[in-house]
């Protein structure tokens, strides 16, 4: 399954994808349809929008069929996983986030354009 990867997965937060069944495949960013929200500085996911969307930067990587059932479980509440489109016109799967629970329990960081920027503008 092909996937992308918005948050704590990124390499460039030093993660070694491998270790956690995980294939990079390429860097990748949405179609200027989403808000991108973190939950705790831990997690990130997006919320489609009619209007006010970016495009958002990640990474796409290969997760075998055994592995994807445990990323899946590890999803925080108000994080499921579905599909999104890409900027070239794919479509792939990645964090989306329920609005009603981003609202209450996340901050938005869409004007940083990826979680990675996000953490490294925190003090």
Do not use: C, N
């Not at 990474?59 to 999104?84: K, M």
């Not at 479509?91 to 960081?109: C, F, N, S, Y």
């Amino acid at each position: 399954m092909i996937v992308l990867v918005i948050g704590s997965a990124l390499r460039s937060l030093g993660v070694d994808q491998e270790a956690m069944g995980l294939t990079f495949l390429e860097e990748a960013s949405t179609a200027p349809k989403y808000r991108l929200y973190s939950l705790d500085e831990q997690w990130a996911a997006l919320v489609p929008v009619d209007s006010g969307g970016v495009s958002v930067a990640g990474e796409l990587v290969e997760v075998s069929d055994q592995r994807w059932p445990e990323i899946v479980a590890s999803e925080p509440p108000g994080i499921v996983t579905g599909p999104i489109e890409l900027a070239d016109g794919r479509e792939v799967t990645a964090a989306l986030g329920d609005p009603d629970h981003m609202e209450g329990h996340a901050v938005e960081i869409t004007e940083h354009g990826s979680f990675a920027a996000y953490l490294a503008s925190l003090p």
